[in-house]
Every structure is written in structure tokens, then in C-alpha cells.
């Protein structure tokens, strides 16, 4: 009877070293990715497993306002491409301050000043050109020509998030084309629809890749960027094992993993892919995020006025 009560208690001491702490993520990532992120992270942290729910950023933030307004707030973390949303969540105090957070390598204009969300990768909006027919320029500028009116093609902000924060950070309207995401965008450019394509990095640098007519150009004067940040929610049970998660993101194993997936990492010393440039030598056009909350939807309703939209 005694050796089956030790071997009871072991048992029981075993469950207890493995016992799992639960994490619901909700993100913006693409399937791939985010499964690729969640594996990465649960290799690393084996105590903690990770459920996550997958859609594009303006689906999660319904999602959350809902769960918001009816006080069953489900995620613990989020995941989601800009970082208005989440000042929209901030503003509404829904969001765990991190001042711990580890980020004194990073460059302080891609995070909260209030530490309550962290920026994990930079996907910057840049100029892609046709080669066949366009030529390559420098600066944001060089495209207010009027040779250009009509073939510069664009996503809508009313789909891209990128496109919603290349807005607030610079505005151009010189015949631009609304298409739709950043793929029609590129597309039209590829095709010689449109000569010029202002879209994120990865659009331009895998149409490339993949023998498409397109270059890729981030101009000297600046370039707009959404971080794709993470934000712990206020109402989690888990704030130990979210912190941890946040962690992660921002260490070095987390950048390389953001490289690997085909992104520009922000920690410097980590590089991307082959064809990206350094975070270092890009120049990042930043807003104040918290006034961006404010002068949003004024924004978004002057485009869609603008284009017909």
C-alpha cells in the first residue's frame, strides 16, 4: 500500500511539472505565420500552450467590441497589424501596461510611450515600380509629375490597414488609383496598369522574386510603417504568462523567427531576408498614434469622399 501511495504522489507531482497554462491569442497574422509563431513559442515555453484565432484586423476589432460591450472579453493577447486599433483599445483603458517590457534596444518611436503595446516587426509602405515602363525615384516627391496622373496605384484604406497608416503619415494625391489590398495594388503595377505601386515591403520584394516586371524603392525621405504590434488585454487572468509571451516576441529568437517569415525584423543586429534593408538605414516616418484615435474616422471619410468610395 505504501509504494502505491509514493508511486500515487508521483504521479501527481509529474501532472503538476507539466500542468499548462492556457493563452488565447486573437491575430491578424496570416495562418502560416501565426502557427509558426505560436509553435515557436511553445517550444520555448512548454508550460504554456496557446489557442489562437485567426482574422483580418477590422474583424478582430468587431469581435472585440463585442466581447468588450457584453464583459466576456475571450483573448489574452493580441496580435494585429496597427497600432490605431489598439489606441482605440487604449483609449477605452482596455489594454496591461508593461513597463518591464524588454526593449531598450529598440527604437523608442515604434512603441507606446505608455508601454501598453510593443511593436514586433516593421512592414513598410514603399514605391514599387514597373521597369519596363517607369523609372526608378528617390523621394515621394519625384512621383508629383504629371506624367504620372492615373498610374500610381494604391490599396484603400478602407482595406489595408497599411494604407490607413501611410495616410496618416503621408498624403498624396496626384491621380492615385484605389485597388482594393495591397495585391490588386501591386498587380496593376506589375502588369503596366499602373507605373508605380505605393504598397508594403514583402508585396514588391516577392512579385520580384517571383520574375514580375517590379523593383522596389524606399524613397530617402521616409517611409511609413505598421509594426504589427502585440498588447496584453486588461482583463486577462494570465498576466505572468502573457508578459512572457510579449517577451518572446521582442527577444532575439522572436526577431529571427519574424525575419524567417519573410518580414523586416526591428531589433537591430537582426537582418532580414536577402533584398531587405536594415531597420538601421531606413528612415521611419512615425505619427502620434493617440492622436490618430482621435482624427480617424474624419480621415477615412475624407478619402472615401475623395475617390467615391
Not at 91 to 108: F, I, Q
Amino acid at each position: 500500500m505504501k509504494l502505491v501511495t509514493l508511486t500515487l504522489a508521483a504521479m501527481l507531482a509529474s501532472s503538476a511539472a507539466y500542468a499548462q497554462t492556457t493563452l488565447t491569442l486573437y491575430t491578424s497574422q496570416p495562418p502560416e505565420q501565426a502557427q509558426s509563431t505560436v509553435d515557436a513559442f511553445e517550444a520555448a515555453h512548454t508550460d504554456i500552450k496557446v489557442e489562437w484565432t485567426r482574422n483580418g484586423t477590422t474583424a478582430l476589432m468587431n469581435v472585440m467590441r463585442a466581447e468588450i460591450e457584453t464583459g466576456q472579453v475571450q483573448a489574452d493577447v493580441l496580435l494585429v497589424a496597427d497600432v490605431i486599433n489598439l489606441g482605440e483599445l487604449k483609449a477605452g483603458d482596455h489594454l496591461l501596461a508593461y513597463p518591464e517590457a524588454p526593449v531598450d534596444a529598440y527604437n523608442p518611436a515604434t512603441d507606446d510611450k505608455d508601454m501598453t503595446f510593443f511593436s514586433t516587426k516593421a512592414i513598410t509602405t514603399d514605391i514599387a515600380y514597373n521597369t519596363e515602363i517607369a523609372k526608378p525615384v528617390e523621394k515621394w516627391a519625384d512621383l508629383l509629375k504629371e506624367e504620372n496622373r492615373g498610374k500610381i496605384a494604391v490599396p484603400s484604406l478602407l482595406y489595408s490597414g497599411a494604407a490607413l497608416n501611410h495616410l496618416h503619415a503621408l498624403i498624396n494625391d496626384l491621380g492615385i488609383v484605389p485597388e482594393g489590398g495591397n495585391g490588386p495594388a501591386i498587380k496593376a503595377a506589375a502588369s503596366g496598369m499602373a507605373k508605380y505601386g505605393i504598397v508594403v515591403d514583402a508585396n514588391a520584394l516577392r512579385a520580384k522574386v517571383a520574375g514580375s516586371p517590379i523593383d522596389y524603392i524606399a524613397p530617402k525621405d521616409g517611409v511609413s510603417f505598421i509594426t504589427e504590434p502585440a498588447t496584453i488585454m486588461a482583463t486577462t487572468k494570465h498576466p505572468k504568462e502573457a508578459k512572457i509571451f510579449i517577451d518572446f516576441l521582442l527577444s532575439k529568437e522572436g526577431q529571427e523567427l519574424v525575419a524567417k517569415q519573410g518580414n523586416l525584423p526591428i531589433l537591430p543586429g537582426v537582418e532580414g531576408q536577402e533584398g531587405y534593408p536594415k531597420v538601421e538605414d531606413i528612415k521611419l516616418l512615425g505619427y502620434d498614434a493617440d492622436e490618430a484615435v482621435k482624427t480617424n474616422e474624419e480621415i477615412c471619410a475624407k478619402f472615401a469622399d475623395i475617390f467615391g468610395l
